[in-house]
């Protein structure tokens, strides 16, 4: 009789989840023999419990296979497997493969390359990157530069339906992966430098029917906030924000987009992710907090309703594109389970919030040359500013620190549970900058800062850190001289992961810090290391090589060196920092396996 | 007539030109819902409009009612004469798709279009006129529509007698079917040489894939064969334009689209608001299904900008520069980025004045950069060039400007 109940109460669980969650990803998510979505799991941790490879043995990883992609700019995000198939992608224009992982050689199953309008090639900030694409049911699901949402037949790479998000002659396009959740595949849209209204969308992984979509400022109507948005935490901001703090109707060209990586909480039923810089970079046009740019969002995914929303950086005057990672962890915070969320963001500061309100934990400087605020005022949740180093029109203010590419940049952080920290490549990147005058027109840029951005404090232009989030402490960080872009991955066997944009790929000891092994790759890696079991039962680790991505750009784009303020101020930085001396363009996939 | 009732009768012909009509009944004004664009539309005007929103000025206003993010609802009254007494200024609807910008008794947005009077033949004709002054005219027949403006241009060459003149307006006593037979006859060869309206024709040659083949006729001293077109709004709506306008910009490329897709011939806006700067006069872009060089020579005097080497002329651009939005893209220092360098000898199109003028003009087919400074003035174009010479590190020897 207990035995019928039993069976009974799993089946009734059963069914529960499979009509509240996408039952096929929660499945293949737990399944560290695949990495089925971007991140790994929902929670983003980018961690696998597989542990064939160690410490121990890791010195002994060699590259087994290698594979070119075809396209040469910078390669950012992963591929995915799922079975015994892997999907490759890259940078522009957006080819995707299936790779067949169960013969030899590992050929291509299929391969499919978008009809693309390439005037979005004019109109995308950052080099032509690709964060990646993602899985579900049978079908593989992907945005294009030129503002497509597109499904493929994953057996076949068929396109199965093609919809239109972004328009990029209104300076609209895409480089984000997206995430499904349930029924939906939600995308936003990049174009912050163009004066967009971001927004993010959901579509109907069945048809591609637009199911909800919600702005990043304008009416509370338009930005979808539910009657209890920040109800737990109303000093954050509840409603009319979204206008009520844009002078005149300048939140019409707002920014605020959402390119960055999302995450969910299939219990709590929450959708996260962050807001962009508000438009133009030039403040003095737009005094106010300029809400709900650089926001973190928490919304329902049925309906796009917005539960709670943290604005870091009011009235934005740097450019700290807030769209970086959420990674969702259990922590125990004063003696208490907490459902936290972590967050490094451009502004140079390490965020903690209790994912179920938003209420702020703890929020300290990761990247130690911060100097723009001095802290976050946890009662409040505002910034407490250095006057000094707020920008404005017609004056260059000089050293401030993060520069506009931020404490860390879009690449993901992880998180191991087994050693309880976070794993993130940042940056030691300051800047000058001055706001300067610039139109809106429709479809062209509107950037309206000149930016100088150099090494800060120390030369070393970047770190690889492990951070404590319950602590708020960094553990120990290895210092690099290029800023590290690629993402990190942790294992069950106590390696960390990550690459260099010299072409370094690199495991070190999770738990100390000390360099094991390290692979030269012919390009530099912007992109995230991932993990699997192969058909053969081996474990595998891959990542992309091709240098690229705002800071690589000057290199992706054979820029010339004479103008340090070209491509937003990369130009400068990279070629101050010689990046141009040590890694040349590239666009390969390479997997690695213990000899 | 005089002159200037002639050209108000002819740019009136050109907006009203060529109902089609057949049965005309007039639906009784409908009651749109506020939050709605309000078009005053004709019910049976393709290829611009019709009461089934077959016409391209009914998808133009869908898009542009998108963008202002409501729908378009329609009053139906035919584009002839009353029409704006008895529709804007009658209060039954807010805007008037498909008029002549000079028309004084509107208040006109932008033009969203610039069309021209083409000349049209059969397919395999043999005739290949491409100019009014075609000695073959002499032995030709030659249809036109009653009181548009090509008759002007015919009688000032003397032929007058080998006129077939056709009714634009629907005419509720005679052949329905006149406005049509023009292209019709053309097809039969009931004449030789049609000189219509171009998005008529463009219409018969694309839509209906009718026979036809196309060139533009250019404007002449007193005669102006191309018009820009423009939304009318009543006198004083100044709010309703200025949004209108606001969804010209954000919309021009899918109102570039629609046009396209109807086969309307474009050609570049008149050089009205040139400021004290003298350009050469645009030459029309060939019509499609013109002849491949037909337009070609018509502009054979390279641009040269007058700005070059001038200080005050560098330093307007050098403002210009960083507020259109020029810096954001090609870098603070004409370094590139987003877009390609600017101060390097690597030119993607060629380096000379002209072409980069139309680059920033947006008329280069190929080009990639945003063809959003269409309406820069030519002035700011030239003073904005003018500064991005001085960044120029490149090998001197390859100055050609």
Not at chain 1, 14 to 36: E, H, I, P, R
Not at chain 1, 92 to 117: C, L, R, S
Not at chain 1, 206 to 226: H, R
Request: hydrophobic share 40%; with cysteine.
């Amino acid at each position: 009789m207990k035995r019928t109940f039993g069976a009974i109460a799993v089946l009734a669980v059963g069914l529960f989840t499979a009509v509240s969650a996408n039952q096929d990803l929660l499945t293949l998510q737990k399944d560290d023999n695949q990495w089925a979505i971007p991140a790994k799991n929902y929670s983003a941790t980018r961690y696998s419990t597989l542990k064939q490879i160690t410490a121990v043995n890791v010195s002994k990883l060699r590259q087994v296979w290698s594979f070119s992609t075809g396209a040469l700019r910078g390669h950012e995000g992963q591929p995915l497997v799922v079975g015994t198939t892997m999907y490759v992608h890259s940078a522009y224009p957006n080819h995707i493969y299936a790779i067949d992982m169960t013969k030899e050689g590992w050929p291509i199953k299929w391969k499919y390359t978008p009809v693309q309008n390439d005037r979005a090639v004019a109109v995308a900030c950052c080099d032509l990157v690709h964060k990646g694409v993602n899985y579900a049911q049978g079908k593989i699901y992907m945005t294009t530069l030129d503002g497509q949402v597109i499904a493929l037949d994953a057996n076949t790479g068929k396109e199965v339906w093609k919809v239109r998000n972004a328009d990029p002659t209104r300076g609209e396009t895409q480089t984000m992966a997206g995430l499904i959740v349930k029924d939906k595949y939600i995308v936003g849209v990049s174009g912050g430098e163009f004066g967009i209204r971001g927004w993010i969308a959901a579509y109907a992984l069945a048809d591609g029917k637009q199911l909800w979509k919600a702005y990043s400022m304008g009416p509370d109507s338009d930005v979808k906030l539910a009657p209890d948005f920040n109800e737990a935490n109303p000093h954050y901001g509840r409603f009319d924000q979204g206008t009520k703090t844009w002078p005149g109707e300048r939140w019409k060209n707002g920014g605020g987009s959402t390119w960055g990586w999302y995450a969910y909480d299939p219990d709590l039923n929450l959708l996260y992710y962050s807001t962009g810089n508000p438009g133009t970079w030039n403040p003095s046009v737009r005094q106010g907090d300029d809400k709900w740019s650089m926001t973190i969002f928490a919304r329902n995914p049925d309906t796009g309703m917005a539960k709670w929303g943290y604005q870091m950086t009011p009235w934005d005057a740097w450019d700290y594109d807030g769209i970086n990672e959420h990674l969702l962890l259990d922590l125990n915070i004063a003696g208490k389970p907490t459902k936290t969320l972590a967050h490094f963001d451009r502004n140079g500061f390490a965020y903690l919030l209790d994912r179920t309100n938003g209420t702020l934990i703890s929020a300290e400087k990761f990247a130690p040359n911060t100097n723009w605020a001095d802290h976050i005022d946890l009662k409040t949740g505002r910034p407490v500013e250095n006057p000094a180093k707020r920008t404005k029109q017609g004056v260059e203010i000089k050293d401030i620190c993060p520069a506009a590419m931020g404490g860390k940049n879009q690449q993901p952080a992880s998180f191991s549970p087994s050693t309880q920290l976070i794993y993130a490549g940042i940056n030691n990147l300051c800047m000058n900058y001055e706001g300067v005058e610039v139109q809106y027109i429709a479809g062209a840029p509107y950037v309206g800062a000149n930016v100088r951005i150099f090494a800060g404090p120390g030369g070393n232009q970047g770190e690889f850190i492990a951070w404590n989030p319950v602590t708020a402490k960094r553990v120990w960080g290895i210092k690099e001289p290029f800023p590290v872009w690629t993402g990190a991955l942790t294992t069950a066997g106590d390696v960390a992961f990550y690459g260099t944009m010299d072409g370094w790929f690199k495991a070190v000891n999770a738990k100390t810090g000390m360099p094991l092994w390290k692979s030269k790759l012919p390009s530099g890696s912007i992109a995230n290391p991932i993990t699997f079991l192969g058909p053969d039962r081996k474990q595998y680790i891959a990542i992309y090589s091709g240098i690229g991505g705002w800071f690589g750009l000057p290199i992706a784009g054979n820029l010339s060196r004479e103008d340090p303020l070209a491509a937003l101020g990369a130009v400068g930085a990279a070629y101050g920092s010689g990046l141009d001396k040590v890694t040349s363009v590239g666009g390969t996939l390479h997997v690695y396996a213990l000899e | 007539m005089t002159h200037s009732v002639r050209v108000w009768a002819a740019a009136f012909a050109v907006a009203y030109a060529a109902s089609l009509a057949t049965v005309f009944t007039q639906s009784p004004p409908q009651h749109a819902a506020a939050a709605s664009l309000r078009v005053c539309g004709d019910p049976d005007n393709l290829p611009y409009s019709n009461d089934r929103l077959q016409g391209f000025e009914n998808r133009i206003a869908s898009v542009v009612a998108k963008d202002l993010g409501v729908e378009a609802s329609y009053t139906w009254w035919p584009h002839q004469r009353g029409l704006v007494k008895n529709t804007l200024e009658a209060g039954t609807c807010d805007v008037i798709f498909g008029i002549p910008h000079d028309l004084e008794t509107i208040l006109p947005t932008k033009p969203y279009y610039t069309s021209t009077y083409v000349i049209a033949q059969r397919k395999g004709s043999g005739h290949a006129i491409t100019s009014l002054d075609a000695p073959e005219l002499k032995t030709l027949r030659i249809g036109v529509y009653a009181n548009t403006p090509v008759e002007e241009s015919l009688g000032r060459r003397g032929l007058v007698d080998h006129l077939t003149a056709y009714s634009l307006f629907f005419d509720p006593t005679g052949d329905r079917d006149r406005p049509a037979k023009l292209l019709d006859d053309l097809v039969a060869g009931t004449v030789d040489v049609a000189l219509p309206w171009g998005p008529l024709a463009g219409y018969y040659a694309k839509k209906l894939n009718a026979p036809i083949e196309m060139s533009a006729l250019p404007s002449e001293e007193g005669v102006p064969l191309t018009f820009s077109i423009s939304m009318g709004v009543k006198k004083g709506n100044r709010d309703l334009k200025n949004r209108l306008e606001a969804a010209i910009d954000h919309r021009q490329a899918e109102i570039q689209s629609i046009l396209d897709d109807f086969g309307v011939p474009l050609v570049a806006a008149k050089q009205a608001a040139v400021g004290a700067v003298q350009v050469p006069p645009e030459a029309p872009a060939p019509a499609p299904g013109a002849k491949a060089g037909t337009q070609a020579d018509a502009s054979s005097d390279a641009k040269k900008n007058p700005f070059t080497d001038k200080e005050d002329g560098i330093a307007a651009g050098k403002k210009l520069y960083i507020q259109v939005g020029c810096q954001g893209c090609h870098g603070g220092g004409g370094g590139g980025g987003m877009a390609a360098s600017l101060i390097d000898d690597n030119w993607k199109f060629g380096s000379d004045d002209e072409t980069l003028f139309k680059l920033i003009k947006g008329q280069i087919p190929e080009q990639t950069m945003p063809t959003v400074y269409s309406s820069l003035p030519d002035e700011q174009v030239w003073q904005i060039l003018a500064f991005i010479r001085t960044l120029y590190i490149g090998d001197p020897a390859k100055k050609n400007w």
